[in-house]
């Protein structure tokens, strides 16, 4: 997890993920789609990979890329306990802001 959420700091990296989210890409196409040298997104790449969040496979002379949810459902499970702490505080808080607007009236 600790991983993941490390990789995920990052914009350039957010980016990528979201360029794989719609569809699989080689490294060439994600360089031109980020603006920084292309040996900085092999970097990034490798961070991702490492993290688990994408795949590789070599197809004749290119490497192509795609995302791996299962980091990110993870991710998403461990989000949830504190998703559900936050909507009972702001189920509270419409509760208060409704007893004000009555109070004024």
């Given at each position: 997890m600790?991983?993941?959420?490390?990789a995920?700091?990052d914009?350039s990296?957010r980016?990528?993920?979201?360029?794989?989210?719609?569809?699989?890409?080689?490294?060439?196409?994600?360089?031109?789609?980020?603006?920084?040298?292309?040996?900085?997104?092999?970097?990034?790449?490798?961070?991702?990979?490492?993290?688990?969040?994408?795949?590789?496979?070599q197809?004749?002379?290119?490497?192509?890329?795609?995302?791996?949810?299962?980091?990110?459902?993870?991710l998403?499970?461990?989000?949830?306990?504190?998703?559900?702490?936050w909507?009972g505080?702001?189920?509270?808080l419409?509760?208060?802001?409704?007893?004000?607007?009555?109070?004024?009236?």
């Amino acid at each position: 997890m600790d991983a993941v959420l490390q990789a995920l700091g990052d914009s350039s990296r957010r980016t990528v993920l979201a360029i794989l989210r719609d569809h699989d890409a080689t490294a060439g196409e994600l360089a031109d789609a980020l603006p920084i040298a292309r040996p900085g997104v092999s970097r990034h790449l490798r961070v991702l990979r490492e993290a688990g969040l994408v795949d590789v496979r070599q197809e004749a002379q290119r490497r192509i890329y795609s995302l791996r949810s299962e980091p990110l459902k993870e991710l998403d499970d461990w989000l949830d306990e504190y998703r559900a702490l936050w909507h009972g505080r702001f189920d509270a808080l419409h509760t208060e802001i409704a007893r004000g607007k009555r109070n004024k009236r």
